[in-house]
């Protein structure tokens, strides 16, 4: 057998592996391909996974339950004349307007916030002093209206540098804590829902 002929053999045979083998990556490619589009696929939806864990989360409105007699309420509320009519049957509140003489706007002596006391979708009041001339030594007035039908109805009145909501319930109203300072030292009074208003816990 001539070298001629051996050489035209592994020509043959050389060019024959190299078809194989491209048909082979020809089959493979496709596949290739698809994991190619996957890809994006799969980096897109991490990206809006990321994307929205990034977005800024809007805050639900928390009701506010602790009230400091020289700190501010986040939202007031209005006053209704008829409660303003009430708190003036207070002494304090009646010297105090006297103090700043007529044509005084009452509702600006006051600082007011909704609150649903007991669960029943009626936005109930809870009223602090604002004005320095209703302040006492270590202490000033604080008010709560219960919502009726037909108006509101005080039921409770206490004096303290701060007053909180507490989560617990007594007649389906939550109990009050009313903070202070006794003999230079911290204090606090828990009052509960009784007989149609507010009592001191004894």
């Known amino acids: 057998m001539s070298v001629k002929y051996k050489l035209s053999v592994l ?3 050389a060019a024959a592996l190299f078809v194989s083998c491209a048909r082979a990556q020809t089959k493979v490619e496709p596949n290739a391909a698809k994991t190619q589009n996957d890809s994006p696929k799969a980096a897109t939806e991490i990206k809006n996974v990321q994307s929205e864990s990034e977005m800024p989360q809007t805050d639900s409105v928390e009701v506010q339950t602790v009230f400091d007699l020289e700190g501010t309420v986040k939202k007031e509320a209005k006053i209704p004349d008829a409660v303003i009519a009430v708190l003036k049957s207070d ?7 006297r103090e700043k003489g007529e044509g005084i706007n009452e509702a600006e002596l006051f600082s007011a916030s909704e609150i649903d006391l007991n669960a029943d979708k009626k936005p109930d009041l809870i009223i ?3 004005d320095a001339c209703l302040f006492g030594a270590n202490q000033g007035p604080f008010w709560v209206f ?6 509101y109805q005080k039921i409770l009145s ?11 319930k007594t007649n389906s109203f939550n109990k009050i804590e009313i903070g202070k300072v006794v003999g230079m030292k911290p204090a ?15």
């Open 128 to 130: 602090k002093a604002k």
């Open 91 to 97: 002494e304090r509140v009646d010297d105090c307007f």
């Open 146 to 151: 219960y919502k009726m039908r037909d108006g």
């Open 158 to 168: 206490a004096s303290g540098l701060q007053l909180k909501v507490l989560p617990a």
């Open 11 to 13: 020509l043959l045979f």
């Open 188 to 202: 606090s009074e828990i009052y509960s829902f009784r007989k149609g208003e507010y009592r001191a816990v004894k």
